[in-house]
């Protein structure tokens, strides 16, 4: 049966709503609402089903309703004929045509009409799945700490391996918020041409560069002289009285025994108590401002001067070990006026047992044993432009995937032996994730070429196919799991940035993209290994090649459309 509204792709949080309204109803409606047991509770809609993910459960059912659950709603956990019926016929925006039922020992369980769901997502192309479900406004202003002078530009011999992941880690947050309609900038500008730009370029970032004799004096003037007319700057009367916080941009918490004598000390406990917000360090004091403090305030003031909205979020990509600093940053720049919304998303260390390497010396180390693991594999041919591009990003795809597919208030700890060897096989990330993309792309390449023999017809228009010959578990697992989900998998980060209150600090499933592309090429691995998508050029077995091929150049897509939001480029051929 098929029963999709038109134009409307198939989501499956819509379609878990419409699930547990159908098996809810109207409340007054519900049998046994309160005979015998008192007033019975009723479960938030949102957990009364679960999609399911795995292959061995989806041989059976694609949604269950627990037999936990069915108890809480009906009396023996039985489920009336007319709830039944409103669940087998389920229809709405977005929702996935329902094919069947039944109740057995686990619970209800339903199955989707898989046919109508290729049809669906594949005919049309499959494009509306790879971007957001929904657009948002807002201007964010993605800080990152690690790159500010203290005086200093950070240079790749001075970045630690714990700043490296805050960088690559505010890049990431940057492309995914861009994809949801967020206007993105970044902030510090870095000099052009300097030896940081350099090695971030050699990553595949591409960060915001200044003239290296661009001076932001001006600005910092501006914010020198709104730091002395605050409200909360500590005068010399009150000196006697207050517990001193340390200096910002001075490196620690405790100012030394005379220090700084006349200097500008701000009260950043008041700022925070009297402007109610949430989530700041208790022990913030009174503190001395220090002239990189000033420049770093004044690099957030140029960033933001740019939003096309009055309010802008300014989210602080920092290290565990940087947070206190930038906490004290954060509410010198409130203090100086700022009206901003302030969130701070903070790592977790990056451990190297029996080793300290900087990020200039672990991307060194992760070149040389990419292009030697890759010389073991392919030989000879490994030379030349080509290959030195190849290494170039499947490097960039390694350390990705090793800093960021950790949830990123947890510590990393990686392997850094230089015995150890990348591997350019097995589901070990990134390297992984780019060798099964190529895979798709040298599919299509062989495909073209039968074509070109005239082996194989062009493939046709979608509406001709019939996606009835999409059998195969795996083909269901890969639509099911990876296609239909990735847009809202999309929506998370940017629901986490409007997410009101909740403290200084905000908690975003920053590892989620490296784990479904992890994922992905593991279930897509086993499906090609076991299909022969491109089978003899035989006639009646031309529409199963074509919908396989149909569903294989969605995935194609998909990966470059995740990819993306690592700022990774797709390897197509290896």
């Not at 949801?180 to 050699?202: A, K, N, W």
């Not at 591997?423 to 792309?441: D, E, I, Q, W």
């Not at 979608?462 to 099911?480: C, N, R």
Request: glycine residues 8%.
């Amino acid at each position: 049966m098929e029963n999709i509204e038109e134009s409307s792709p198939l989501r499956i949080t819509p379609t878990v709503r419409a699930l547990s309204s159908a098996l809810r109803g109207k409340r007054e409606n519900v049998p046994d609402a309160s005979e015998g047991r008192g007033d019975r509770i009723f479960p938030d809609p949102e957990k009364l089903w679960f999609k399911e993910s795995s292959a061995k459960n989806l041989r059976n059912r694609d949604f269950l309703s627990p037999t936990t659950m069915l108890h809480t709603l009906y009396a023996d956990g039985q489920v009336p004929p007319a709830v039944m019926s409103r669940v087998l016929s389920l229809h709405g925006s977005g929702v996935l045509p329902v094919a069947g039922g039944e109740v057995m020992g686990e619970g209800l369980r339903v199955r989707v009409d898989r046919t109508a769901a290729f049809r669906a997502v594949l005919a049309g192309g499959a494009t509306e799945y790879l971007t957001p479900s929904g657009q948002r406004q807002g201007c964010v202003v993605i800080n990152c700490p690690a790159l500010h002078p203290k005086p200093n530009t950070p240079t790749p011999d001075t970045l630690t391996l714990g700043q490296l992941r805050t960088v690559l880690l505010a890049d990431h947050m940057g492309a995914l918020l861009r994809r949801q309609g967020f206007s993105v900038s970044y902030c510090p500008m870095l000099p052009e041409d300097s030896d940081i730009i350099t090695f971030l370029r050699t990553l595949g970032l591409d960060w915001p560069t200044a003239p290296a004799n661009c001076t932001n004096e001006e600005r910092e003037e501006k914010v020198q002289e709104l730091l002395e007319n605050s409200p909360y700057r500590e005068r010399e009367t009150e000196r006697g009285r207050r517990t001193s916080g340390g200096g910002v941009g001075g490196g620690g918490r405790k100012a030394e025994e005379g220090e700084n004598e006349g200097a500008l000390r701000i009260n950043l406990k008041r700022v925070f108590q009297e402007e109610g917000l949430l989530g700041y360090d208790p022990s913030l004091g009174t503190c001395t401002v220090h002239r990189d403090s000033v420049s770093h305030l004044a690099q957030l003031d140029a960033a933001t001067a740019d939003c096309t909205v009055a309010m802008a979020t300014a989210l602080h990509v920092t290290s565990c070990q940087d947070e206190f600093r930038q906490q004290q940053i954060a509410m010198l720049w409130r203090a100086s006026g700022a009206t901003h919304t302030q969130r701070h998303l903070v790592c977790g260390p990056v451990k190297t047992p029996g080793s300290h390497l900087t990020a200039a010396q672990y991307l060194q180390l992760r070149r040389g044993q990419m292009k030697e693991a890759s010389e073991m594999k392919y030989g000879d041919q490994v030379e030349g432009q080509t290959w030195d591009d190849i290494i170039k990003v499947m490097t960039s795809a390694t350390v990705r995937f090793e800093l960021l597919s950790t949830v990123h208030t947890s510590p990393v700890t990686l392997d850094v032996q230089r015995e150890g060897s990348v591997s350019t096989k097995g589901p070990r990330g990134g390297v992984f994730v780019m060798y099964n993309c190529a895979r798709l792309h040298t599919l299509f390449d062989s495909y073209e070429r039968g074509v070109g023999k005239g082996l194989y017809p062009e493939i046709p228009d979608g509406s001709e196919l019939d996606f009835s010959a999409l059998k195969e578990e795996g083909e269901w697992l890969l639509l099911f799991n990876y296609l239909i989900p990735f847009s809202e998998l999309l929506d998370q980060s940017g629901q986490a940035i409007d997410c009101e209150g909740g403290g200084a600090r905000v908690n975003i499933k920053t590892e989620q993209i490296c784990k479904f592309l992890v994922s992905l090429s593991k279930d897509f691995s086993s499906y090609y290994n076991r299909v022969h998508v491109l089978g003899e050029p035989l006639p009646h077995l031309f529409n199963q090649m074509f919908c396989r091929l149909y569903l294989l150049r969605a995935l194609r897509e998909l990966y470059h459309s995740a990819l993306d939001t690592l700022n990774l480029p797709p390897i197509r051929q290896l």
